[in-house]
């Protein structure tokens, strides 16, 4: 049941610690997780998921995407085998940051039809503004028109709508009536109900001041007032603010139909259990990475056991705050990385050339730490690996 195979592991490679300095890095006894669902989830949970660059594509990565899509779509297999939802087109997919929207278009056309193919797995599509350049946007009504071509054009592939936040929104929304003409119109318009998404700052710094405010006490007031009176279309809504508290005062005050999907990827495992009065759901970036050790730990919770939950789930934490510690907006780099580490990938390529945010040291300890959560599902595999990415930065095996 998960338990360690073993006190330590054989296996050892040499990583950086900092200050030019090198330390021989005994890898920890490994974990097992199921590679498909066992029993049942009773949270709503997705992971946000990558995309697979194609590494053999010519052309110039920092101005166009190639995208592998056999791999990119056998990786949304692996998250649906899991009984997790696939969020498709978000950030963690490079949206906006290397993924431009004809693409992500294809993208989320390929994913529904592959998750119809499997009898309706679950996923959820972005829908914003991200074709109409920001200086390209005078007006709220343009922000309204770029919405809905998006939402039309994921509903015409059959799909379901994660609302994105729009830098071009937040480039010209000045008040509440503003934020609420947008959302108004375009909620009233949608087929199916949507998750809303409020995405920090700190994951996208076009976003600053979202819902018309620099104060995130008066922002929390604007969108609530905007979602409760929108219920009926709002299946849910995710937040990314990395900060608790906010969270969970603002799961309290939705209306009792609206979910909390937790986007705190520091703080998800608690907000995931809940407390007397609630809890969240999950649209999480590092479900990518940790797939089967959430899917594991949401099947314990459903089964009543709060400690295997936290168990399995607590240890992933501190894996997360450091994928995602400022920048945050660079944390894609580290989930692609845990993919290649895990074999979803044969090569740390990213689109954007985005494989290059992150230092050495940064690799280095995110080794360190999935291999003490007991995320490497392949430790040979990964330590081989992790060597050859080393080897590229200047650290002999």
Known sequence: MNKPVMPQSSLSLKLPTGEGLIETYRLAASRTFPAK?????????FSAAHVVADPLADGDPWLTSAIDWDRTIAF???????GLGVAEAMDTAQRGMGLDWPTSLELIQRSVRAAKARGGALVFSGAGTDHLAVEDAKSIDDVIRAYEEQIAAVEKAGGRIILMA?????????SADDYAKVYNRVLGQVREPVIIHWLGDMFDPALANYWGTASLDTAMDIAV?????NAAKVDGVKV???????????RRRLDKNVK???????????????????????????????APAASYA???????????????????VPLSRHIFKAPTRFYK?????????????????????QESTRSTLHLAELFRLADKAGLLSNPELATRRMKTVLATRGVEP
């Open 37 to 45: 669902l066992e029993g049942t989830l009773n949270r709503v949970a």
């Open 76 to 82: 949304r297999e692996h998250v649906w085998d899991l």
């Open 166 to 174: 729009s830098r071009a929104l937040a480039k010209l929304g000045r």
């Open 225 to 229: 007032g905007i979602i409760n009176a």
């Open 240 to 250: 990314s603010l990395l900060d608790k508290q906010r969270e969970i005062d603002m």
């Open 260 to 290: 909390m999907y937790t986007g705190d990827d520091f703080n998800y495992a608690e907000l995931i259990a809940g407390d007397d009065k609630g809890f969240s759901h999950a649209l999480l970036g590092i479900f990518d990475a940790i």
């Open 298 to 316: 949401l099947s314990r919770l459903a089964a009543g056991d709060e400690a295997g939950f936290h168990d399995v789930l607590g240890p992933t």
């Open 333 to 353: 780099t580290g989930i692609v990385f845990m993919a290649y580490l895990n074999g979803h990938q044969d090569h740390f390529t990213m689109v954007g050339g």
